[in-house]
């Protein structure tokens, strides 16, 4: 029980830290297949840094680990940002890099 308060207490402070985790799942019918995405970020003053996994599972097959992306992203203002990412395909091979403009209004 100690313990159990404790990381739940250490989970609050770290999420008051800057830290942050985030999570979706979907299915798709046409291709029959689970998806779903685990990631965390770590904000410092207008930077966050950001780890992304996709995880998929067609049809009866296990599920596997299908995309490593890991980012920044710059708060020019409240409500325009520029990113920067870089995605590693399953076995950890490089496949893409990407920057970019995000806003909202």
């Given at each position: 029980m100690?313990?159990?308060?404790?990381?739940?207490?250490?989970?609050s402070?770290?999420y008051a830290?800057g830290?942050?985790?985030?999570g979706?799942?979907?299915y798709?019918?046409e291709?029959?297949?689970?998806?779903?995405g685990l990631?965390a970020?770590?904000?410092?003053?207008a930077?966050?840094?950001y780890a992304?996994?996709v995880?998929?599972?067609?049809?009866?097959?296990?599920?596997d680990?299908?995309e490593v992306t890991?980012g920044?992203?710059?708060?020019?203002?409240?409500?325009i940002?520029?990113y920067?990412?870089v995605?590693?395909?399953?076995?950890?091979?490089?496949?893409e890099s990407?920057?970019?403009l995000n806003?909202?209004?």
């Amino acid at each position: 029980m100690i313990l159990a308060s404790a990381l739940i207490l250490g989970t609050s402070a770290a999420y008051a830290d800057g830290f942050g985790l985030n999570g979706y799942g979907e299915y798709a019918f046409e291709a029959e297949a689970f998806e779903f995405g685990l990631g965390a970020t770590y904000e410092v003053d207008a930077f966050t840094l950001y780890a992304d996994t996709v995880f998929t599972k067609p049809n009866d097959v296990e599920f596997d680990l299908d995309e490593v992306t890991f980012g920044v992203d710059y708060a020019i203002d409240e409500n325009i940002g520029i990113y920067t990412e870089v995605e590693f395909d399953g076995e950890f091979d490089y496949s893409e890099s990407r920057v970019g403009l995000n806003f909202e209004f």
